[in-house]
């Protein structure tokens, strides 16, 4: 196992930014959700995000996706700031994200459908889903309904249904959560892979420590919310492509995993300590 001299590769330094998040506040009503979120992200990067419970990596997936806006700062995704016209993201939810009434492959022409409006036919669509389908070796099951399918499969056709959308930008909510072990790293491996051969930037929300240093360029760890903010940015320094049982095995990752679960508690002892601040004060 390789541990990197550098903190960044040179691939990674000269890539271009591909999101800016500048001053970034949200809240709904009166209770202050995200604070002061500044983060850039460069092409191809991928970047997972932890924190605990409540620290808001779910609402800032919403706020990349344009589901919501901040109350105030910017999202600029290619340089442009993020408003409806710029449906290039793709994301995948631990709930699967598929129509439960329509086939793996049907659920893939749909999104093309969306994609190339008019501009292919029936059959071509159908060719095109068939061919991301094999790309996430689902191709012997693109007539299966969701309902008829493992959850690692329903995974494997919603992130092909992801990457028909054509983004190059990737976005998965805790995808892999509900899975077992062995379906778990046979997930992570293909989504490396659509990571460093489709040059996909991703952006990844887990609670597992050990996915995300196998997956992540660089791990964005949160505070306890609310209101959530960045505590630390935290380059993964062990060399990709990651060999999963070496590296698991090695000191430097036992190390490094201990600091991040160390940055992560630091946070919630400061949040609790804040809270009995309150409490004590309280009772004056
Ligand atoms: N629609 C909503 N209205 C009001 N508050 C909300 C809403 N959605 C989320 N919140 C609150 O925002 C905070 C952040 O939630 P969020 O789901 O983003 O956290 P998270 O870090 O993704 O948590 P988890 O790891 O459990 O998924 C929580 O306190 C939550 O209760």
Known sequence: MQVLEETKKPDQILAPIKIEVKNVNFGYGETEILKDINLQVREGEFIVLMGPSGSGKSTFLRLLTNLEKPTSGEILIDHLKLTKEIPDLAVVFQDYSLFPWLT???????ALKKKWKGKKSKKELFELAEQYLALVQLGHAAKKYPGEM????????????????????????????????????QLQELVLQINQTQKKTVIFVTHDAEEAIMLADRIVMF????????LECIDVPFEKPRKRDELFESTEFTEFRDYLLNVMNKGIFEKLSQSEVVKDGGGI
């Not at 793996?104 to 749909?110: K, Q, R, S, T």
């Not at 056709?157 to 959560?177: C, K, N, Q, Y």
């Open 104 to 110: 793996a492959e049907e659920n893939i022409v749909l």
């Open 150 to 185: 493992s959850g690692g499969m329903r995974q494997r056709a919603a992130i092909a249904r992801a990457l028909s959308m054509g983004a190059d930008l990737l976005v998965m909510d805790e995808p892999f959560g509900a899975l077992d072990p062995i379906t778990r790293i």
């Open 223 to 230: 505070s306890p919310g609310p209101p959530g903010k960045i």
